[in-house]
């Protein structure tokens, strides 16, 4: 498996199209986007229980629907005080229809009386591109840390205002973009695809 000429990424999310479209500068291809190019660009439900099937099951509507390859990650916090949770359903932490504000909340929430000691936890990510022929390939990438039930920076989504990466005083939200990409999960698992394509 080499590099396509064009790839379209699976998401509808803006924030994540910029990370991606970061962290792929390299590629040498061309992005087909939502916010670019015409549909269809189907809305697709994550019912997986993992990040894998959430992440083919993105992939593959998209690249059946444009019969071109797609790119597609599914991402999570995983909180060791809460038996890994919240996990695949990150994004819906506090209810299907949560906020980014509502999950970090309830996440808040959820720490309260943990000492600071418990309070390690994990980003994961897994990526995956899937072709129309159904050739695929997946990777996945994690980012260790601490939570800091305090709020800091305004940079970046999700519970990156509470997630202290190791060896790091800041926040994933006071990080600039390059030093959040050189180390996030999604980073990490975007440029292991990239080097398996390299590869061929």
Known sequence: MAFPPRIAIASHNRHKLREIGRICAAWPITWATVERDDGPWPDVEETGDTYLENALLKARAVAAARDAPAVADDAG???AALGGRA???SARFAGDDASDERNLEELIRALKGVPAA???ARYRCVAVLAFPDG?????DGVCEGILDPRPRGTRGFGYDPVFVPVGWDR???ELGDDEKDRISHRGRALRALGEALSAG
Not at 135 to 139: A, C, Q, Y
């Open 118 to 120: 418990g309070r390690t």
């Open 77 to 79: 916090i995983e909180v």
């Open 171 to 173: 926040t994933m939200a």
């Open 135 to 139: 050739e695929e390939r997946h990777t």
């Open 87 to 89: 996990g695949p359903r």
